[in-house]
C-alpha cells in the first residue's frame, strides 16, 4: 500500500502535519509539502510548474491524504489550486480505485465552514473516482478514520 501526504500548510510539522499523523500512526507514508513545489493557478502558463509530479505521485498511490489548514473560512489556496489544475488534463474517475481522506483544522473553525470543504472533497473524489473516506478535523475523528485505511 503506497500512502501519500499532501501537506498544503507551509509548516512541515504544524497542526495539519501533525492531525495526518494521527490519522496515519505508524504507517509508512510519503509527504508532499505544497509549499516545495510550484503549481500555478488555474490557466496560468508560468515556466517550472510542477503540477504533473504531484499528479504522479498521486496515481503512484493507493492511499491520499489531502491536509488543509483553513485560511479564510475556506481550504488554503494551494490545495484548492491542486484541485483546480486536474479540470482539464485529468479525465473523470482517473484516479479510481484510491481511498482518499480529507485532514482540515483551523484555530476557530465553524462547522458550516468545515462541512464546505467536505462538500467540496466529496465531490472532487466523485468526480475523479477516488473512495472517500470522510473528513478528518481533530482526534477523536482521526482515530477513526485511521482504523479504514
Ligand atoms: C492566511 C490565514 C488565514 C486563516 N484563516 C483562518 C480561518 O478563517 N479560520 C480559522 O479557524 N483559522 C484560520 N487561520 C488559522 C490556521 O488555520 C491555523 O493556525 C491552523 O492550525 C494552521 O495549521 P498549520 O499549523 O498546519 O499551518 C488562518 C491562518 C492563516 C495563515
Given at each position: 500500500m503506497e500512502i501519500l501526504f499532501i501537506n498544503?500548510?507551509?509548516?512541515?510539522?504544524?497542526n495539519t502535519a501533525s492531525l495526518a499523523l494521527d490519522v496515519l500512526k505508524d504507517r509508512v507514508f510519503k509527504q508532499v509539502n505544497c509549499i516545495d513545489f510550484q503549481i500555478n493557478v488555474y490557466g496560468q502558463n508560468l515556466p517550472g510548474d510542477q503540477f504533473e509530479e504531484i499528479l504522479n505521485l498521486m496515481k503512484e498511490s493507493d492511499i491520499i491524504i489531502i491536509g488543509s489548514p483553513m485560511y479564510w473560512h475556506n481550504i488554503c489556496g494551494s490545495i484548492r489550486t491542486l484541485l483546480d489544475?486536474?479540470?482539464?488534463?485529468v479525465n473523470e474517475g482517473?484516479?479510481?480505485?484510491k481511498k482518499l481522506v480529507f485532514v482540515f483544522q483551523g484555530a476557530a473553525p465553524e462547522k458550516w465552514m468545515l462541512d464546505a470543504g467536505d462538500y467540496t472533497m466529496e465531490h472532487f473524489a466523485r468526480l475523479y473516482g477516488l473512495d472517500y473516506l470522510g473528513m478528518v478535523t481533530n482526534r477523536r475523528e482521526a482515530l477513526v478514520i485511521s482504523k479504514k485505511i
Open positions: 498544503g500548510s507551509p509548516n512541515y510539522k504544524g489544475r486536474f479540470y482539464g488534463p482517473e484516479l479510481k480505485g
